[in-house]
């Protein structure tokens, strides 16, 4: 059995060193490189992939440094926005030879929630997203919670559904929360908690309630360690750990 030697950026984080403990505990991987902010990328230390969870101010020019040397990237950094994901597949080329996957979310469970999630909002009148984290995130809307409300907003699209019903006209302090393709998102920073997502679905006389918790950052390793081992046979930038599970169709 080949061994896929790994380096992973952003290894002295709480999700980075999570994921350097998971490389090393897999027979078939090895952990080659550990690189942080100010540390020289070079050549990677030889990688065949690269698993990045830095910040979102550095992650693409990470990101770009190993295109350039035509090293696969797991990518679990948030804040990929619509203009970044068109940069890097200008970086990719037309016919690209790296992988690269951009995924909000690694836990299997997770993405199964935003895959009922997507499948279920049509049925219903009301929707609302609501996370839940632990107070050192730097960013709000969690990254999992966008893409949720997009794959809910884009399948009631498609549907044709009238938008999500809201009277309210005052709301000086933001409490009914963000939009996102015009879905209520609502974000929770509280000591204790690591990640939490629900989605709320309503119409009338009843409510469907989607959950989907994480206590434990080793929740995440069995979807990262599953994209380590299949971004190689996927060239050209992949947005979603579903993708490799067969989901989001």
Known sequence: MSTTRVAVIGAAGRMGSTVCAAVEGADDLELVGRYDAG??????????????????????????????RGVHV????????????????????????????????????AVLLMELSRRAAPFFESVEVV??????????????????????????????????????????????GARVHGVPVHSVRLRGLVAHQEVLLGGPGEMLTLRHDSFDRVSFMSGVLAAVR????????????????????
Do not use: M
């Open 74 to 109: 797991v990518v679990g950094t948030t804040g990929w926005s619509e203009e970044r994901l068109a940069t890097l597949r200008e970086q990719l080329g037309e016919d690209p030879t790296v992988g690269v996957l951009v995924a909000p979310n690694f836990a299997i469970g």
């Open 131 to 176: 996370e839940l984290h632990h107070p050192d995130k730097v960013d709000a809307p969690s990254g999992t919670a966008a893409r949720t409300a997009d794959l809910i907003g884009a399948a009631r699209d498609e549907a044709g559904c009238d938008p999500v019903p809201d009277a309210t006209t005052h709301d000086p302090d933001g409490a009914r």
């Open 39 to 68: 540390d020289d990328l070079g050549d990677l230390g030889g990688a065949d992939v690269v698993v990045e969870f830095s910040v979102p101010d550095a992650s693409p020019a990470n990101v770009a440094h190993c295109v350039e």
């Open 230 to 249: 299949q971004v190689g046979d996927r060239p050209g930038l992949t947005v979603g750990l579903e993708h490799y599970l067969g989901l989001g169709g």
